[in-house]
């Protein structure tokens, strides 16, 4: 079991970036496939990203977001990272991290898919 903490949510004007971590405390944590998912006011959570478990050699984005975020992991540190930037009005939400313990391929976009969430960082981007 893990449970993932998040951090580094802010205020930011559009064109900035932000960082965003996930620190999973817990055993294994390289045993998890990691998501980002976002939820704006009045919407459904969204997926945002995923990384696969151990090396994290694979990595999905939501097109939204693609050529803008990067994801990564760090197992050494049990930390997940989501570098946003060119950050839009529109990417304002809270963001969550999740683990998924047996994230199949294909399935990494469904919020089904993970076994452990936290409690989510506000990220606002001003125009």
């Known amino acids: 079991q893990v449970q993932p903490v998040e951090s580094g949510g802010g205020l930011v004007q559009a064109g900035a970036s932000l960082r965003l971590s996930c620190a999973a405390s817990?055993?294994?944590?390289?045993?998890?496939?990691m998501g980002w998912f976002r939820q704006a006011p009045g919407k459904e959570r969204e997926f945002v990203s995923a990384i696969n478990l151990w090396s994290g050699s694979r990595s999905y984005y939501a097109d939204s977001v693609k050529g803008r975020f990067t994801i990564s992991r760090d197992n050494s540190k049990n930390t997940v990272y989501l570098q946003m930037n060119s950050l839009k009005p529109e990417d304002t939400a809270v963001y969550y991290c999740a683990a998924g313990l047996a994230v199949s391929s294909g399935n990494y976009y469904s919020t089904g898919s993970y076994n452990y969430w936290g409690q989510g960082t506000q990220v606002t981007v001003s125009s």
């Open positions: 817990g055993r294994s944590f390289s045993n998890y496939a």
